[in-house]
């Protein structure tokens, strides 16, 4: 006869074992938010009186802080510990999209160290009058297409298209030195397109196999393995990308006809960077990538967010705007030399940043060793 406290006592501990490994494998799974993560998880920062917060899944540990005094703590004054990346399957496996040489997915911690020495000198206060003529250059155009089709905008993405062609025309004149060819400019399409390629590759909602590495050991004929396809394809295009505009640039130094770049200084300075001649073409393709790809979309999308705030806060743009017409006396346009006679407008565009950031959220990073912080245990491995 069943002993039923016998069954009674065996299912119990089945069903505590079976939560505890719930627990463990699935953790916080669902206290992530499933959108805009970064308002999410400060509520919850706000619900337990912490700016610090540590979840648990799929059995990785994720530290969330909340506070810019934390991630300069962190990211920035202790980056020996916190400078790796996550390993994103999609996006560093050499069979799928191969992006282990970009500096914000490399493995290789000399890789990205030589990046980000070569990129630093270009994204400080000094470095950046370098880019002014090219900036007025575009910011012109873009007035007069505005201009041109006044009343005839219909949405807000032709207006963004518009502010597109401006922050991509700017950016491919600096680092490429080629000015750019109208809406339809085949290297700004190009790197829309692989930016948009990596972006769909590193979530684990579009491939699983960001979740279950394994997955990539499995043949590709199998059902269900159609994403390997998909793999091939974006992989191509991201090549494409990188690689068509920097032999442009080397095509145009050649030749004797090109205008000075951020990719022609990098390959001057090649030996001072300690990057091998067998390895220099790649280097330098990967670094002029990720800074023109990486500027076009944060730059429209803080250029929409100013157009919204005009929309919104009609007081502050005639304020604005009758601080600019006391500075030129409205029979010129604002230079970048007016700026420190333009206070309020500095103020104004400071503000901008703050109420709507256009990338909310750092890029992940991975603890390289055990860490305390505050009290707080960060372990090996943890994603920040």
Same mark, same amino acid.
């Given at each position: ?11 119990? #501990?089945?069903?505590?074992? /079976? ?41 990785? #540990? ?26 994103? =399957?999609?996006? #560093?496996? =050499? ?8 500096? /914000? ?52 993405? +032709? ?19 080629? *000015? ?14 692989? /930016? ?20 990539? *050991?499995?043949?590709?004929?199998? =059902? ?90 009609? +007081?502050?743009?005639?304020? /604005? ?38 990338? =909310? ?24």
């Amino acid at each position: 006869m069943l002993d039923l406290t016998t069954f009674a006592t065996a299912s119990l #501990v089945t069903a505590a074992i /079976a939560l505890l490994l719930y627990n463990r494998w699935y953790g916080n799974l669902l206290s992530i938010p499933s959108k805009d993560e970064h308002l999410g998880f400060a509520e919850i920062g706000k619900q337990l009186g912490t700016n610090i917060l540590s979840l648990s899944t799929l059995g990785t #540990v994720i530290i969330v802080l909340n506070d810019i005094e934390d991630a300069v703590n962190l990211l920035e004054k202790r980056s020996s510990i916190y400078s790796d990346r996550p390993r994103i =399957p999609m996006l #560093v496996e =050499p069979s799928l999209l191969d992006c282990s040489r970009n500096p /914000a997915f490399t493995p290789d911690r000399d890789w990205w160290k030589k990046s980000r020495r070569a990129m630093h000198q270009w994204l400080n206060k000094q470095a950046a009058v370098a880019f002014q003529p090219s900036q007025l250059h575009q910011t012109r155009l873009l007035l007069q297409r505005l201009l041109s089709k006044w009343g005839r905008l219909e949405s807000s993405e +032709e207006l963004e298209l518009e502010i597109y062609q401006t922050t991509s025309g700017t950016i491919l004149h600096s680092v490429y030195g080629r *000015r750019v060819q109208g809406a339809n400019d085949i290297f700004v399409l190009k790197a829309k397109k692989a /930016a948009e390629n990596i972006m769909k590759g590193s979530l684990s909602s579009n491939f699983l196999v960001n979740l279950f590495p394994t997955l990539n *050991r499995f043949p590709g004929w199998l =059902p269900g393995m159609n994403w390997r396809k998909t793999a091939k394809k974006w992989r191509e295009e991201i090549y494409d990308a990188i690689d068509s505009p920097y032999r442009w640039t080397k095509a145009e130094m050649e030749k004797g006809s090109h205008q000075s770049s951020i990719v022609e200084s990098i390959l001057e300075q090649l030996n001072q960077l300690g990057v091998k001649s067998s390895e220099a073409d790649d280097f330098v393709k990967e670094v002029g990538a990720v800074l023109f790809s990486g500027g076009i979309d944060t730059l429209t999308g803080t250029i929409m967010g100013f157009f919204v705030a005009m929309i919104l806060f009609p +007081e502050a743009q005639a304020k /604005a705007q009758q601080e600019i017409d006391l500075v030129t006396g409205s029979n010129r346009l604002p230079t970048i030399d007016d700026r420190s006679r333009l206070p309020y407008v500095g103020r104004l565009i400071n503000e901008l940043f703050r109420w709507r950031p256009t990338v =909310p959220n750092g890029i992940p990073h991975v603890s390289l060793k055990d860490d305390i912080y505050k009290g707080y245990y960060i372990p090996r491995g943890a994603i920040v």
